[in-house]
């Protein structure tokens, strides 16, 4: 079992910059590959950015490529999400996730954190 809990969020005016920080706990995360998933209220679940268990790839939606870098620490168990020029539409709830494969899609994430609020305002 892996235990994650996020980090960092906080409320932030737009064009500003936060790290969320994901930490892990229970069985290494080193073999896993982890992702950033977001849900602003009334909207599904959505990808945000992934990276592979040596952290050699990675993966980023559209929406916030360029902007945003995933990282991760395998001897700290820990997984990074640095957001710069934050917009509103940034606003959600942050989630890290663990799979077994690089992969986008929110099914093949076995095992999730409780979250972290980002609001962004205009």
């Known amino acids: 079992q892996v235990q994650l809990v996020e980090s960092g969020g906080g409320l932030v005016q737009a064009g500003g910059s936060l790290r969320l920080s994901c930490a892990a706990s229970?069985?290494?995360?080193?073999?896993?590959?982890m992702g950033w998933f977001r849900q602003a209220a009334g909207k599904e679940r959505e990808f945000v950015a992934a990276?592979?268990?040596?952290?050699?790839?990675?993966y980023y939606a559209d929406s916030v490529k360029g902007r945003f870098t995933i990282s991760r620490d395998n001897a700290k168990n820990t997984v990074n999400l640095q957001m710069n020029s934050l917009q509103p539409e940034d606003t959600a709830l942050y989630y890290c996730?663990?799979?077994?494969?690089?992969?986008?899609?929110?099914?093949?994430?076995?095992?999730w954190g409780q979250g972290t609020q980002v609001t962004v305002s205009s």
């Open positions: 990276i592979s268990w040596t952290g050699g790839s990675t």
């Open positions: 229970g069985r290494t995360v080193s073999g896993y590959a």
């Open positions: 996730a663990a799979s077994g494969r690089l992969v986008r899609a929110i099914r093949e994430y076995a095992y």
